[in-house]
T-cell receptor
Framework: DTGVSQDPRHKITKRGQNVTFRCDPI?????LYWYRQTLGQGPEFLTY????????KSRLLSDRFSAERPKGSFSTLEIQRTEQGDSAMYLC???????????FGPGTRLTVL | AQTVTQSQPEMSVQEAETVTLSCTYD???????LFWYKQPPSRQMILVIR??????QNATENRFSVNFQKAAKSFSLKISDSQLGDAAMYFC???????????FGQGTRLTINP
């Protein structure tokens, strides 16, 4: 049983650099979500895909952030010109249906120096 | 806008005893789902239990059960016979049927005392 996987698990970068994260959802799940979690807080929604279509974006997702899911399978989240405030855990989740249980990956922890 | 309040930042319980974690939320919708997730230290988010708002019967999953009061917009989690492995952050998260996204509370850190 393959769950949601994320790569890399940890990323340390310098302010101003670009970073890209990958998420592989559970294979039959057509819905994919990105969340951001800062220390001591609950996750906050960033964006959502149904198949390859990006259907909702949070206001948290500034123009430095972009997400894609080109073939309706894996997704990438890119952050351009990283800032120290971008330091967080980036979580990916997938689900089979609307209102269905979202299954989470292990997350990518980003540290911006 | 939907908001979620978990009023207990930290809770502790003796092993084998019962503990209840509270959650209240605010929504104008009538059709939604509610979830409790646990997040052990440095580990990934795991589903504990799920409740459909249209169901009057409270969900149960082994030692975990909920008390869902729709009119009061309350969704508490009861853990019976607490085990050391239950130690984690617990998050309450409702989602609107159409909105898709989970809206998380601030979490409750649960400690199990041996």
């Amino acid at each position: 049983d393959t769950g949601v996987s994320q790569d890399p698990r940890h990323k340390i970068t310098k302010r101003g650099q670009n970073v890209t994260f990958r998420c592989d959802p559970i294979s039959e799940h057509n819905r994919l979500y990105w969340y951001r979690q800062t220390l001591g807080q609950g996750p906050e929604f960033l964006t959502y895909f149904q198949n390859e279509a990006q259907l909702e974006k949070s206001r948290l997702l500034s123009d430095r952030f972009s997400a894609e899911r080109p073939k309706g399978s894996f997704s990438t989240l890119e952050i351009q010109r990283t800032e120290q405030g971008d330091s967080a855990m980036y979580l990916c989740a997938s689900s089979l249906a609307a209102g269905g249980t979202q299954y989470f990956g292990p997350g990518t922890r980003l540290t911006v120096l | 806008a939907q908001t979620v309040t978990q009023s207990q930042p930290e809770m502790s319980v003796q092993e084998a005893e019962t503990v209840t974690l509270s959650c209240t939320y605010d929504t104008s919708e009538s059709d939604y789902y509610l979830f409790w997730y646990k997040q052990p230290p440095s580990r990934q988010m795991i589903l504990v239990i799920r409740q459909e708002a249209y169901k009057q019967q409270n969900a149960t999953e082994n030692r975990f059960s909920v008390n869902f009061q729709k009119a009061a917009k309350s969704f508490s989690l009861k853990i019976s016979d607490s085990q050391l492995g239950d130690a984690a952050m617990y998050f309450c998260a409702p989602t609107l049927r159409g909105a898709q996204k989970l809206v998380f509370g601030q979490g409750t850190r649960l400690t199990i005392n041996p």
